[in-house]
């Protein structure tokens, strides 16, 4: 501790002297990430690590938000090794995974061994990538600023890691938004020789803009198979839900508390003062606070509890409220408080595991969520869903899906009257909107088959001899790269692989 607080000391004292602001601190991780890659580079002709070669297993690292609680991030991780382990084998693959906090992924990730990395990461990268042969960013908020640049800096540090010592270096299926020039110019300068396997289209577009070359693919989490469905029933039993009632899923957020950045001169004061900080999110890093982002999560949640009320009255639902990542637990309970009056039930991800969320959000029969994992995990069960949204992730599913309509930005006027009139809109349209989502499901189901070929080439390339089978490598089948799917996708691929046929004759 005491030399925690030198640390600290000595950091507050630089912060001070070079006037440096929340982004200064950003640019300075930024900066120590770029100081490392360059590093790399030069210390690869005099020790180049660890090289694959014939015979060997293939140690890759997947770098993501693992530990954390958050069941999105979790869910699309899970789908990612299993496709891995698919397709390549686990006599030929060592997988490792980078992780917050080795108690909140325990019992996740079976295979893969899991490594805790610091607060503070360009140093760990910098001796941990020296050790793999390969590196998988797999965090879906990969290149964008609006939660943390320090997230997307350790993206983009392993990525340009692993480039630098020649290595495979693959962004898998992640999203690319608005970017500060800092955390830009990252980007272009170590994500060009990496595999870049983006989630839509837009994400696309931002990374073109800045020279990068990507792939578009999909999102990994459509492949995901949860407990069955007698789980989620049971957990909303145990709530109260009597089996016959319809049952309304809300999962709310605190989007105004976002980005997360470093704050040097603000954690050395935490250090040495004994009072909480209720914007500290961990280490030196601290959320986005202040009057104006309590007004408008007021003003939100206000709005929310409107809707909510108002359907369940008109419907007689049972209401429960998802957290989908731990920190959404202030957020769910400050919702249940409005909504006292129907004592609606709660259920947070650091209670409950990311098979038993899941299955309990496809027992919903609507959905209006804040967040984007949420809807993409609840449509193979064909949930009618409502995004309320506070950056463009949800907007992209909703618009793939032909729905764009049911993506409302969460700062809109009259929230709670844009809620109801969607929910209007998926009543008269249910059977319609349930056609829509299936049919977005198949095609992202085929997308992330093409993402798995794009995988293996991109390895075959950089590992000639690596043992993939010729006759896999050769099809052109999206299906055949997919690890094996439950009954109810399989139902759904069969039932719109047909109907295109038909279409297409």
């Not at 950003?26 to 790399?40: C, G, P, Q, T, V």
């Not at 770098?63 to 991780?77: K, L, W």
């Not at 399989?490 to 297409?504: T, V």
Request: include cysteine.
């Amino acid at each position: 501790m005491q030399g925690w607080i030198e640390i600290a000391k000595k950091a507050k004292q630089f912060a001070e002297q070079n006037a440096l602001a929340h982004l200064d601190a950003d640019r300075w991780l930024m900066r120590s990430m770029a100081s490392f890659i360059e590093l790399s580079a030069a210390r690869y002709p005099l020790d180049p690590g660890a090289q694959w070669k014939a015979g060997q297993a293939l140690k890759l690292m997947i770098v993501g938000y693992a530990g954390n609680r958050n069941t999105g991030a979790d869910v699309r991780v899970e789908e990612m090794i299993r496709q891995f382990r698919f397709l390549l084998g686990d006599e030929h693959l060592s997988l490792s995974i980078l992780t917050l906090n080795p108690q909140w992924s325990e019992g996740y990730f079976r295979t893969v061994k899991q490594i805790q990395f610091p607060k503070l990461f360009p140093k760990f990268l910098f001796d941990t990538v020296h050790a793999h042969h390969g590196v998988i960013a797999a965090e879906g908020s990969m290149f964008k600023s609006k939660f943390a640049n320090a997230l997307s800096t350790m993206m983009v540090g392993s990525l340009g890691l692993a480039s630098s010592e020649q290595k495979l270096a693959v962004a898998y299926g992640g999203e690319a938004g608005a970017m500060d020039a800092p955390l830009e110019k990252l980007v272009r300068r170590y994500c060009k020789h990496a595999k870049v396997i983006v989630r839509n289209t837009q994400s696309a577009s931002v990374l073109g803009a800045l020279g990068i070359e990507s792939t578009v693919g999909t999102d990994t989490a459509w492949t995901f198979d949860p407990a069955p469905p007698e789980v989620g029933q049971k957990l909303l039993k145990e709530k109260g839900w009597d089996g016959k009632r319809p049952v309304l899923t809300v999962c709310p957020i605190n989007g105004y508390w976002w980005p997360v950045r470093p704050d040097l001169a603000r954690a050395a004061k935490l250090a040495f003062n004994s009072r909480r900080d209720e914007d500290h999110y961990a280490s030196i890093y601290f959320h986005h606070g202040g009057p104006d982002v309590k007004e408008k999560q007021e003003r939100y949640l206000d709005e929310l509890a409107k809707a909510v009320l108002r359907i369940q009255k008109e419907q007689d639902a049972f209401v429960a409220l998802v957290g989908m990542e731990r920190l959404d637990r202030k957020a769910a309970e400050a919702l249940a408080a409005r909504l006292s009056s129907i004592s609606p039930a709660l259920f947070i991800s650091d209670e409950y595991d990311m098979y038993s969320l899941v299955s309990l959000l496809r027992q919903s029969t609507w959905l209006i969520s804040s967040r984007f994992h949420a809807i993409v995990t609840s449509m193979p069960a064909q949930v009618l869903s409502i995004g309320v949204t506070m950056d463009e992730r949800i907007a992209n599913l909703m618009s793939d899906r032909g729905e764009a309509a049911l993506s409302i930005d969460m700062n809109a006027p009259e929230l709670a009257e844009k809620i109801l009139t969607q929910f209007d809109y998926v009543q008269q349209h249910a059977s319609q909107s349930k056609t829509a989502m299936a049919q977005a499901v198949v095609r992202n189901l085929k997308c992330m088959g093409q993402m798995g070929k794009t995988f293996l080439e991109a390895l075959h390339k950089q590992y000639p001899d690596f043992p993939i089978s010729e006759q896999l490598l050769a099809k052109e089948d999206p299906w055949a790269f997919l690890p094996e799917l439950n009954d109810n996708l399989k139902a759904l691929i069969k039932r719109y692989e047909c109907a295109e046929k038909k279409e297409a004759s």
